[in-house]
């Protein structure tokens, strides 16, 4: 097996092992995507307007809250710096290790979207969009927070910092998604963003990792 | 004059634009000039102190 | 590849430390009178806006400093890029003194540009213009670059760190400035949020490019003048800064 696959398998068991960890970003996003109605008290129409964009904010501060960490116990138990020093390039690690935790935590996050979707009232003709816009999304998103998390690797209380360090980077990311989810709630062409965020994805997945490789060796020495 | 500084009626907008970054270029000259002058003087504290005589670290033991 | 030998003395902090020294007088006086004369020029001599009378005159800040901010973040970056490949601490430095000039500039644009937006737009704030946004989007880097920096004690680390960070945000900025200006091509809406700055009149050209000249040389004369204190803070126990400083006590 590769190594890639290996790595995956490992950070999966493990993470399955602590699946009450695992589940709290799907609770946060549940959370939060019930406070907003709740904030709003919106009409069924505004609510479907305002879905799209509450939605994917909501993906975005999950994905954080479920990624920032992913360094952490290996920085604390020195794995980190067996997996630095071993065979494996350390993107080949970095890359297994995001595939893990974005099957883990953000698959399910994203599985829940069309029953939320469905009560901000938005037409199941809109879901298929929505969907294809967050798989193409997600990845770069957890490269972007990985690179924070990479940063953050050394600090006591890095995780607070992420957030303000990743976010505005996130920025492209939020706003093709939402747009492409917006052209296909109004049957609109949705191919240009879409081609985007997928050109974002493989931008992302490439160079990504030579980043975050960089900052654990930063941060680990 | 009077007619200049009124800028049409607009002065409350045009003065403090300018007045802001007037106040953005002086904060920055300040502040590289503070932080010099902040090194400066703790390059001198510790120079000083690694002049000072020190005590003998070695004590007599009876 | 024998290379020249001011590349080498670009890489010894006291010669860099003698020679900003030395060209800072100039850089300032430079920078001062260029941009009194472009204050000038542009408050009393162009002659008023057909469209926006007297607050137009804000052309002559807020674009320059607007492109100013982008500038040091390109600087901050690049520098901090070669400080971290090539490892020269003098990069670092570089890249340490531009982030708060860089900041209080992304902080007056938007100032300047809100300020401007008012008698304009008849707002103050609008999220759905571009520029507002990249802006912001670009105060909210350098505000993270400089939150990453203060959370390190260790200011080798601290430099490393944050030098990736800078070349991440730096490859971001463009993606995030053209995405938004994207987004914004989507609401062409109501005509009063197009950021239409007046067209420039041949009179209100020479201010124009004087202040671009004038906040260009005024960003170099802050950093070098920055870079001695960055300088002496980082060499603060070499022999040279210990001279240097019991030079001036005599």
């Known amino acids: 097996m590769s190594a890639y696959a290996a790595i995956v398998r490992r950070d999966a068991r493990v993470a399955m092992r602590r699946l009450g960890e695992a589940a709290n970003p799907l609770l946060f996003f549940l959370i939060v995507t019930t406070l907003f109605p709740l904030a709003l008290s919106p009409s069924a129409d505004e609510l479907r307007e305002v879905g799209v964009g509450v939605l994917w904010v909501s993906t975005l501060l999950s994905s954080l809250l479920a990624l920032e960490g992913l360094f952490r116990s290996d920085a604390d138990d020195g794995s980190l710096e067996q997996l630095l020093l071993s065979p494996v390039p350390i993107t080949v690690t970095v890359l297994a290790k995001i595939t893990a935790h974005w099957l883990i935590t953000i698959l399910p996050l994203i599985a829940l979207v069309p029953v939320l979707a469905l009560s901000y009232s938005m037409p199941l003709s809109a879901l298929p969009i929505m969907l294809a816009a967050l798989v193409l999304a997600t990845p770069t998103l957890s490269v972007l927070i990985a690179i924070g998390a990479a940063l953050t690797v050394s600090l006591r209380r890095g995780g607070t910092i992420v957030g303000l360090l990743v976010l505005p980077l996130t920025a492209p990311l939020l706003i093709f998604g939402t747009r492409a989810t917006d052209f296909g709630l109004h049957d609109e062409p949705v191919a240009g963003p879409l081609y985007l965020l997928a050109a974002f994805a493989a931008f992302a997945l490439a160079l990504g990792p030579l980043a975050i490789g960089a900052a654990l060796r930063v941060g680990v020495e | ?62 | 590849m024998r290379l020249p030998r001011w590349f080498h003395l670009l890489g010894s902090p006291p010669f860099v430390y003698g020679l900003a020294g030395r060209l800072v007088p100039w850089l300032g006086t430079i920078a001062i009178v260029l941009l009194l004369v472009g204050a000038y020029w542009g408050l009393a001599v162009a002659p008023p806006d057909r469209v926006q009378g007297e607050v137009y005159r804000i052309i002559f800040l807020h674009p320059q400093v607007a492109y100013i901010s982008m500038m040091a973040y390109v600087v901050m970056a690049v520098s901090a890029g070669i400080g971290f490949i090539w490892r020269i601490k003098l990069a670092h430095a570089v890249a340490v003194t531009a982030a708060p000039i860089g900041t209080t500039f992304t902080v007056c644009a938007l100032a300047t540009g809100a300020i401007w937006g008012r008698p304009t737009w008849g707002t103050f704030w609008q999220w759905t213009d571009p520029r507002i946004m990249s802006e912001t989007l670009l105060l909210f880097l350098f505000l993270s670059y400089l939150a990453l920096r203060a959370a390190f004690e260790d200011r080798d680390k601290a430099d490393r760190v944050s030098a990736i960070l800078a070349v991440v945000g730096v490859v971001n900025v463009p993606i995030i400035h053209y995405s938004v200006i994207w987004w914004n091509s989507l609401h062409q809406g109501p005509s009063f949020m197009k950021l239409d700055k007046p067209s420039i009149a041949p009179e209100m050209l020479p201010p124009f490019l004087i202040m671009i000249a004038a906040f260009t040389v005024c960003f170099y004369w802050l950093l070098l003048n920055g870079l001695r204190g960055q300088i002496v803070e980082r060499e603060r126990d070499t022999r040279w800064v210990r001279q240097l400083v019991e030079g001036r006590e005599a």
């Open chain 2, 1 to 62: 004059m009077m007619e200049f500084l009124r800028m049409g009626g607009e002065a409350a907008y045009v003065w403090s634009a300018y007045g802001i970054t007037l106040a953005v270029v002086l904060f920055n000259v300040w502040w590289a000039r503070w932080t010099h002058h902040q090194a400066l003087e703790r390059a001198r504290a510790s120079s000083s102190q690694s002049r000072a005589p020190r005590k003998p670290t070695v004590r007599h033991v009876e």
